[in-house]
């Protein structure tokens, strides 16, 4: 389903042409509660970057959704060294900025805001940093077509008619109906999350994404 038809199939179900910037707004709303809502095997990509010394703070792409796994990397040895995820509280008190001892090659990460991570311990020289990731797709409304319209288009439709009808304050019968097939049709991609899919993600491949920048990024 392509975003032509999914607007059409929502205009169908609820008998009612919608501004385009209102039904945008139900499609890409619908779009953000399913990715927050399950991790996707197929919707996962690696970046590499640079990681720079005396600073722990590390970007992140703009399409992060969430980690998979966060790997420091020597330049010289070429070790990979996978960072423990750790709350940021744990990597402020352990690892001090008015203490030089304390610089050395990264174990831990946190998420500090939605753009960058902390690092644990602050790095004592130069790194390169690989980042497996969940990403965010370009939406429908954008690219005309979508990973969700090809794979699991009635997740979509319900998702968007869903959000139309609380919107608009529609009957609690329409929201209920609205909200089951939604949940039905969640079913599907939850499998697939829960690595219920038959395809191999390790023999098909990642896209790898190298990325430049003199402050640490990725």
């Keep these: 389903m392509n975003y032509t038809e999914l607007v059409a199939a929502i205009q169908s179900y609820t008998e009612d042409e919608y501004p385009t910037a209102d039904v945008n707004l139900f499609i890409q709303q ?13 919707l996962r990509k690696n ?15 703009s399409d992060w959704l969430a980690t998979f796994s966060l790997a420091v990397i020597d330049t010289t040895t070429n070790e990979y060294t996978y960072l ?34 902390i690092l644990g311990a602050t ?39 869903l959000e139309a ?3 608009l304050k529609a ?9 089951n097939r939604y949940k039905e049709a969640m079913d599907l991609i939850q499998n697939l999350g829960e690595g219920k899919n ?10 790898r994404i190298p990325v430049k920048g003199t402050r640490g990024t990725v």
């Design 30 to 42: 619908a779009e953000e509660r399913i990715f927050n809502s399950v991790q996707i095997p197929d």
């Design 171 to 179: 009957d609690a019968d329409t929201i209920t109906n609205y909200n």
């Design 165 to 167: 009808a609380t919107y």
């Design 84 to 117: 423990l995820n750790k709350d940021v509280n744990f990597i402020r008190e352990s690892y001090p900025d008015t203490d030089d001892a304390f610089q050395k090659k990264p174990e831990y990460y946190a998420v500090f805001d939605d753009t960058t991570f």
């Design 123 to 161: 790095p004592d020289v130069a790194y390169s940093a690989e980042l497996h990731y969940y990403y965010y797709p370009q939406s429908i409304v954008v690219a005309g077509t979508s990973w969700l319209g090809d794979n699991f288009d009635s997740t979509l439709l319900y998702g968007s008619l």
């Design 47 to 61: 970046v590499t970057g640079n990681i720079t010394a005396g600073n722990k703070y590390l970007n992140v792409p």
């Design 198 to 207: 038959r395809r191999d993600a390790y023999r098909s491949g990642q896209a």
